[in-house]
């Protein structure tokens, strides 16, 4: 089975703190996503990225970074926290296959707190 | 730009009867359709998934069902069980990412 892990489930931070989310997968996939999940909002894509050291904006990447340094790790970095960052984070992976992106595993998430 | 909707962010089914979620999508130029379930403190799980050569693709006790003309997606749960009570998100391939919508909590009820 896919597995995709998150370093945290629930994570507190205060304002101004610089904040590190680990995401890890197992499967030697080419594709990894960070997204964020919001009551009425859905999931947003916050970065996205296809290949080592490769990153792609997503629909939000304000107030945020990403690190790809190795194929099965990808980080997600708030440089400053805010309170309008409380959110869950969820952390996906999906293979490369001819004609474009298909099914993501997804990660259990992290529920990050910021007061 | 493109979005994902669903129709009711919520539904309310007692146990045993069949469930069905729906789904608009604005894209036409979308090939390739995914449902989701998500269930309280766990991140999303792939359901089932649809390409847009097909109208309908069938799984275990899930079918789901394309519309192209009305740009419109189905999820038909059949002898719905307390454990199939979740958040079903549905999602549209959109250029290099998925696009998800917002949602339905389906709530059964014994």
């Known amino acids: 089975d896919v597995k995709v892990t998150q370093s945290s489930r629930y994570l507190v931070k205060r304002t101004g703190e610089k904040v590190f989310l680990e995401c890890v997968q197992d499967m030697d996939h080419e594709n990894m996503f960070w997204y964020r999940q919001d009551p009425g909002l859905g999931l947003r894509l916050i970065y996205f990225?296809?290949?080592?050291?490769?990153?792609e904006k997503g629909d939000i990447p304000e107030g945020y970074s990403v690190s790809r340094e190795k194929k099965e790790r990808f980080s997600l970095i708030l440089e400053s926290a805010s309170t309008n960052q409380t959110s869950m984070y969820l952390c996906?992976?999906?293979?490369?296959?001819?004609?474009?992106?298909?099914?993501?595993?997804f990660g259990p998430g992290t529920r990050l707190t910021v007061t | 730009g493109e979005s994902v909707g669903l129709h009711l962010p919520t539904l309310s089914v007692q146990e045993g009867d069949n469930s069905i979620i729906n789904c608009a999508y604005s894209n036409s130029a979308s090939d390739y359709f995914i449902w989701y379930k998500q269930e309280s403190g766990k991140g999303p799980q792939f359901i089932i998934d649809i390409r847009s050569n097909m109208d309908k693709r069938q799984g275990q006790r899930v079918t789901v069902l394309l519309n192209k003309t009305v740009k419109h997606l189905s999820l038909q749960i059949a002898a719905t069980q307390p454990g199939d009570s979740a958040v079903y998100f549905c999602a549209e391939i959109g250029g290099t990412a998925l696009i998800f919508g917002k949602g339905t909590t389906l709530s059964v009820s014994s």
């Open positions: 996906a992976s999906t293979p490369s296959r001819a004609g474009g992106v298909y099914e993501q595993y």
């Open positions: 990225s296809y290949d080592v050291k490769m990153k």
